[in-house]
Nanobody, 116 residues
Framework: QVQLVESGGGLVQPGGSLRLSCAAS????????MSWYRQAPGKERELVAT????????NYADSVKGRFTISRDNVKNTVYLQMNSLKPEDTAVYYC?????????WGQGTQVTVSS
């Protein structure tokens, strides 16, 4: 079955960096577009970034453009989110997402807290 396991979250000061990882299994990773979402307390879940199956196309939310970079390794079946110049408003639970055969799959999420 499809499994998505995120890691790399934590507490970081404003201006700092974190790299999130999402290890995927249960499907042919190199054929799937992958996305990162986030959900802050009291807010709806929002799309942060998407990368195409071979990495040739990447899209970002306006709020993270120029600061976050999504990438993938189709040998390791892993998608990454490099987050730089973090702001307190980036505080959220970050989720890995994939859609396969019309079904949406989510990871368990990893908490990112940006605070001094």
């Amino acid at each position: 079955q499809v499994q998505l396991v995120e890691s790399g979250g934590g507490l970081v000061q404003p201006g700092g960096s974190l790299r999130l990882s999402c290890a995927a299994s249960g499907f042919t990773f190199s054929t799937a577009a992958m996305s990162w979402y986030r959900q802050a307390p009291g807010k709806e879940r929002e799309l942060v970034a998407t990368i195409s199956n071979l990495g040739g196309s990447r899209n970002y939310a306006d709020s993270v453009k120029g600061r976050f970079t999504i990438s993938r390794d189709n040998v390791k079946n892993t998608v990454y989110l490099q987050m730089n110049s973090l702001k307190p408003e980036d505080t959220a639970v970050y989720y890995c997402y994939v859609r396969r055969v019309g079904v949406a799959y989510w990871g368990q999420g990893t908490q990112v807290t940006v605070s001094s």
